[in-house]
C-alpha cells in the first residue's frame, strides 16, 4: 500500500507539515491549493528534460496565472496529486527513475496502447487503469 507521505513528498510538501501526510491533511491540503511549487517539482521529476510537460497538467494559460498567486486550483491539485501517486508507485515498482518514467512513457498494451502517463493525466478512472497495472507488476500476476 502507498504511503501518503510518498505523494507528499512527491508533491514537495514540508516533512514538519505531519498533517498533510495522512489521508484527510493530504486532501484538506489539495482542497486549501497546493503550492504552485509543487507543479514545477511534479514535472521536474516525471520530465526532466521535457519543459512543456507541465502544460500538459495545467494549460499554458492558466499558468502563469497560478505562478503569480503561488497556489493551484483545487481541480488542478487533484490531478497533480493523481499523478504524484502513480509516480510514487512506478518508482516502487521499478526501483529506478529511468525505468519508471520509461513505463510512463511507452505506449502499453492492458491500455489500448495508450501512455499510462496519458491516461493518469486524463482522468481519475483512468489513474486507477494504470495503478491497476502497476499493481500487478508489483505483485507478480499477468500484466
Given at each position: 500500500?502507498?504511503?501518503?507521505?510518498?505523494?507528499?513528498?512527491?508533491?514537495?510538501?514540508?516533512?514538519?507539515?505531519?498533517?498533510?501526510?495522512?489521508?484527510?491533511?493530504?486532501?484538506?491540503?489539495?482542497?486549501?491549493?497546493?503550492?504552485?511549487?509543487?507543479?514545477?517539482?511534479?514535472?521536474?521529476?516525471?520530465?526532466?528534460?521535457?519543459?512543456?510537460?507541465?502544460?500538459?497538467?495545467?494549460?499554458?494559460?492558466?499558468?502563469?496565472?497560478?505562478?503569480?498567486?503561488?497556489?493551484?486550483?483545487?481541480?488542478?491539485?487533484?490531478?497533480?496529486?493523481?499523478?504524484a501517486r502513480v509516480w510514487s508507485l512506478a518508482l516502487?515498482?521499478?526501483?529506478?527513475?529511468?525505468?519508471?518514467?520509461?513505463?510512463?512513457?511507452?505506449?502499453?498494451?492492458?491500455?489500448e496502447d495508450r501512455r499510462p502517463i496519458e491516461v493518469?493525466?486524463?482522468?481519475?478512472?483512468?489513474?486507477?487503469?494504470?495503478?491497476?497495472?502497476?499493481?500487478?507488476?508489483?505483485?507478480g500476476t499477468a500484466a
Open positions: 500500500m502507498l504511503a501518503f507521505a510518498d505523494i507528499a513528498d512527491v508533491l514537495g510538501l514540508p516533512d514538519k507539515e505531519a498533517a498533510a501526510r495522512s489521508p484527510f491533511g493530504l486532501i484538506s491540503r489539495i482542497e486549501d491549493g497546493l503550492p504552485f511549487g509543487s507543479l514545477e517539482r511534479v514535472a521536474r521529476l516525471i520530465a526532466p528534460s521535457d519543459a512543456q510537460f507541465k502544460y500538459r497538467l495545467i494549460p499554458k494559460a492558466t499558468y502563469e496565472r497560478r505562478k503569480n498567486a503561488h497556489r493551484l486550483s483545487s481541480d488542478e491539485g487533484t490531478r497533480l496529486a493523481r499523478v516502487d515498482v521499478w526501483q529506478n527513475e529511468d525505468d519508471a518514467r520509461d513505463f510512463l512513457f511507452r505506449p502499453h498494451p492492458m491500455l493518469v493525466i486524463h482522468s481519475e478512472f483512468g489513474s486507477e487503469l494504470v495503478l491497476d497495472v502497476l499493481g500487478r507488476l508489483k505483485y
